[in-house]
């Protein structure tokens, strides 16, 4: 079975510093690994996924199959990245659903 | 350019009442999933929906159905509602059946008294 754990709830930064928001996931297949954000009053959107390895908004993640993490990374925090980050998975093949983890909810302080 | 559009956006109900909900996708997008979000969690998925055929479905009870129309805006059904049905229930649409980049709605948040 798919499961997609973010085991922050909340991590709260200072603008400029480091940006780490953890995942890891279990799967037994060959999963895509994405990154939706969410925005105050915004719907949900993708942010970005390991396939296409672009750094979006500053933001980038990789792929560790030896870990089974997709940690999503920013070297320089910004008050715009405050946001509610939600890792998902999903499988190649039909009867695999996009699963999403709890979410971790992103504070940079000014 | 229209997103995915759902209705109504908010709505109260009692319990064993019945709900429908609807979401129109993106033009072109064939594919639609239908999603709960409990407060405090991550999206879990209901169901799924490719060419107005059910292609997945997550670990919801029966009272939960859903269908595709010819134009492929969809309906979620729930019946007999319990209060732990009161949720935020989120339409996605893609252009494909296996994808993980979803198009999301803004949602239908439905309370159960």
């Known amino acids: 079975a798919q499961r997609v754990t973010q085991p922050e709830k909340l991590l709260s930064v200072f603008k400029g510093a480091p940006v780490e928001l953890k995942c890891n996931y279990s799967?037994?297949?060959?999963?895509?690994l994405f990154w939706y954000v969410q925005y105050s009053r915004q719907r949900l959107q993708l942010l970005l996924r390991h396939i296409s390895r672009e750094s979006i908004k500053g933001f980038t993640a990789d792929l560790n199959k030896g870990e089974t993490s997709f940690h999503l990374k920013k070297p320089f925090a910004q008050e715009e990245d405050s946001a509610m980050y939600y890792c998902a998975l999903s499988g190649n093949s039909g009867n695999t659903p996009l699963v999403f983890g709890k979410g971790t909810r992103l504070s940079v302080i000014a | 350019d229209a997103g995915v559009t759902q209705s109504p956006t908010h709505l109260i109900k009692t319990r064993g009442q019945h709900v429908t909900l609807r979401c129109s996708p993106i033009?072109?997008?064939?594919?639609v999933s239908w999603y709960q979000q409990v407060l405090g969690q991550g999206p879990q998925f209901i169901f799924q929906y490719y060419e107005k055929e059910e292609r997945g479905r997550g670990n919801f009870p029966d009272r939960f159905s859903a269908r595709q129309f010819p134009n492929y805006s969809s309906e979620l059904n729930v019946n007999a509602l319990l209060l732990g049905d009161s949720a935020l229930y989120l339409c996605?649409?893609?252009?494909?059946?296996?994808?993980?980049?979803?198009?999301f709605g803004e949602g239908s948040r439905l309370t159960v008294l």
């Open positions: 996605a649409s893609s252009r494909r059946q296996i994808t993980g980049e979803l198009f």
């Open positions: 033009s072109g997008h064939k594919s």
């Open positions: 799967y037994s297949g060959s999963p895509e």
